[in-house]
């Protein structure tokens, strides 16, 4: 059974950083692309970033672009997200998600198999 299992959210001011982690567990096989999403209230689920199986690819959404750090621990079976400069903009519940089976963009919703629990993250001024 594959599961995510998210750490790291809180509250913080406007300037602060914060690291988000995922545990997977129970994925098959080899490395897979995983990414970071974030979804405020009312909003869309949008996409953050992206790792490529070996983490040697990353991509960011323009928004987080320099402030924001995907980075992955294979020995460990973990993906991290570190998150400087934040922003009011960027509060939101924050999920990681794994690609195993779709082959589609990456930045796409529908096309990540797994999903991890969420965690809210808020920044105030």
């Known amino acids: 059974q594959v599961q995510l299992v998210q750490s790291g959210g809180g509250l913080v001011k406007t300037g602060d950083s914060l690291t988000l982690s995922c545990a997977a567990s129970g994925l098959p096989g080899a490395r897979y692309p995983m990414a970071w999403f974030r979804q405020a209230t009312g909003d869309g689920r949008e996409f953050v970033a992206h790792i490529n199986w070996n983490g040697g690819i990353t991509d960011y959404a323009d928004s987080v672009k320099g402030r924001f750090t995907i980075s992955r621990d294979e020995s460990k079976s973990m993906l991290y997200l570190e998150m400087n400069s934040l922003k009011s903009e960027d509060t939101a519940v924050y999920y990681c998600?794994?690609?195993?089976?779709?082959?589609?963009?990456?930045?796409?919703?529908?096309?990540?198999?797994?999903w991890g629990q969420g965690t809210q993250v808020t920044v105030s001024s």
């Open positions: 998600a794994a690609q195993l089976y779709n082959s589609g963009a990456y930045s796409q919703v529908v096309n990540y198999d797994y």
